[in-house]
């Protein structure tokens, strides 16, 4: 969708939103798969409900977009505008046991900045890609643990009330992979709670981390890391292997052969493919084992 042409784009520059016209989304996702359409980056917190409001009464459709690590996008023109939080010197402080981050900041640079202020617990995020925000949204975990459990406060856009607010911790609800924000709520700030350890400590546990990561993901292969979420006491990863369709492909999609829950963007993979590949093994699962995998990756329909 192009807005860059439309009286809107003169006011979006006055509340500080710079507009990115044309940016093909395949070179802002992991996948490397996705359209186009005109970016806008939020550089002012205070003017998103102002934006917001603009973006509602000019009736243009919008996603919001973090690191881009776990979205599948469709080709083509895009009929929305994507909205970004800039990433440059995104803030990062500790104070005692509590650390305040803009959503924006990289995850793993997050952990790394903690733990040299020997604050740990999130070791296990070291490896997972993307932002802060997208990792709340999606409660992003791993190795035992989930960034929910050490989140005390949200600064937030709510959709629900049109202004900027701030959640208590125990008011959301991180469950796995799901958490109860609103499909618009925009998260601009977290307050963690962590516990004290000394950095060799937390050293040594992110290096198990990263060895197990590097020995069974395909780390250098364009990817949107699961594709399915585990079901209840299983692991969709040892079902799809069990099948035997490590390395089965649709196109440039394809099963990874380290790990049967990564589907890969082997070159030029399309939207299309990937949706492909991703219904027949879930097709394969369900005839086999009568379980119906539900996705992680989070599909943008057009
Ligand atoms: C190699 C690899 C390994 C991975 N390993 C793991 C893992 O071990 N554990 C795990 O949990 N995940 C893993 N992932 C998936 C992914 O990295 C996480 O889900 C990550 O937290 C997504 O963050 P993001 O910023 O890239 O979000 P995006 O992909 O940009 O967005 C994901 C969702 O969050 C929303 N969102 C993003 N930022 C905000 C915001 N500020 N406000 C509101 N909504 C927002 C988007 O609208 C979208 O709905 C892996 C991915 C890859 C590529």
């Known amino acids: 969708m192009r807005i860059s042409d439309k009286p809107i784009a003169a006011r979006l ?5 710079e507009l990115r016209p044309g940016v093909p989304l395949r070179e802002k996702t992991s996948l490397g798969i996705g359209g186009t359409t005109d970016q806008l980056l939020l550089r002012r917190f205070e003017t998103i409900p102002e934006v917001m409001h603009l973006l509602a009464n000019e009736k ?3 996603r919001f977009l973090g690191g881009g690590t776990n979205v599948l996008i469709a080709d083509g023109e895009l009929p929305y505008v994507v909205l970004h939080l800039p990433t440059s010197q995104p803030g990062m402080r500790v104070e005692g046991n509590a650390a305040y981050v803009d959503a924006a900041a990289d995850l793993g640079g997050m952990v790394t900045f903690c733990a040299k202020r020997d604050l740990g617990g999130m070791e296990g995020l070291i490896g997972v890609p993307g932002s802060v925000g997208g990792a709340l949204r999606m409660n992003a975990g791993a190795y035992g643990t989930q960034i929910g459990s050490y989140v005390r406060e949200v600064e937030l856009y709510r959709a629900a009330t049109g202004k900027l607010e701030t959640l208590r911790g125990d008011d959301i609800r991180f469950d796995y992979r799901h958490t109860s924000f609103a499909p618009d709520d925009v998260m601009l700030r977290v307050k963690l709670e962590l516990p004290s350890k000394p950095f060799k400590d937390i050293l040594a546990v992110i290096k198990v981390c990263n060895e197990k990561r590097r020995a069974s993901q395909p780390l250098n292969q364009k990817s949107a890391g699961c594709i399915f979420k585990n079901p209840p006491g299983g692991s969709a990863g040892r079902m799809i ?10 196109g440039d999609a394809m099963v990874s052969d380290r790990h049967a829950n990564f589907f890969v963007n082997v070159a030029n993979a399309s939207c299309a493919d990937m949706l492909r590949l991703i219904d027949e093994v879930r097709e394969r699962v369900r005839v086999t084992y009568g379980i119906e995998l539900e996705n992680e990756v989070i599909f943008w329909k057009n």
């Open 241 to 250: 292997d069990e099948l035997g369709l490590k390395g089965h492909r649709v």
């Open 60 to 62: 243009i459709p919008h």
């Open 13 to 17: 520059k006055e509340l500080g939103v």
